[in-house]
C-alpha cells in the first residue's frame, strides 16, 4: 500500500436523532445520523400510514385488501377457469 494516499480511520461513537449511540468506525471524527435501525419503522414495525383525503380507504374499498392467501386462492380459481374453457 502506498503512504499517504489512504484517509485516517477513527474510532467514533455514533449519535442517532433518536438518542441511540453505539461505537463504530469511521473516516469521520464524529457521526451524527438522523435516523437508526431502533427509530426506521421497517426494522420497529411501527411504520405509520399516512392517509392523505382518504385515497387509502377508496384504495381499499375498490380494489380490496389483499393478502398473500387471497391472491393464491384468486390464482387458483382463474387457473382451474382456464382449464375447464380449454377442454
Known amino acids: 500500500m502506498k503512504e499517504?494516499?489512504?484517509p485516517k480511520y477513527y474510532?467514533?461513537?455514533?449519535?442517532?436523532?433518536?438518542?441511540?449511540?453505539w461505537q463504530t468506525r469511521s473516516t469521520k471524527q464524529e457521526l451524527?445520523?438522523?435516523?437508526?435501525?431502533n427509530c426506521h419503522p421497517f426494522f420497529t414495525g411501527r411504520q405509520k400510514l399516512l392517509d392523505t383525503e382518504?385515497?387509502?380507504?377508496?384504495?381499499?374499498?375498490?380494489?380490496?385488501?389483499?393478502?398473500?392467501e387471497s391472491r393464491?386462492?384468486?390464482a387458483k380459481?382463474?387457473?382451474k377457469k382456464e382449464t375447464a374453457t380449454s377442454r
Open 11 to 21: 474510532d467514533v461513537e455514533a449519535r442517532c436523532a433518536c438518542g441511540a449511540t
Open 32 to 37: 451524527h445520523l438522523e435516523i437508526c435501525s
Open 72 to 74: 393464491k386462492q384468486a
Open 54 to 68: 382518504g385515497r387509502v380507504e377508496r384504495f381499499t374499498k375498490k380494489f380490496g385488501a389483499q393478502t398473500s
Open 77 to 79: 380459481a382463474k387457473a
Open 4 to 6: 499517504g494516499i489512504h
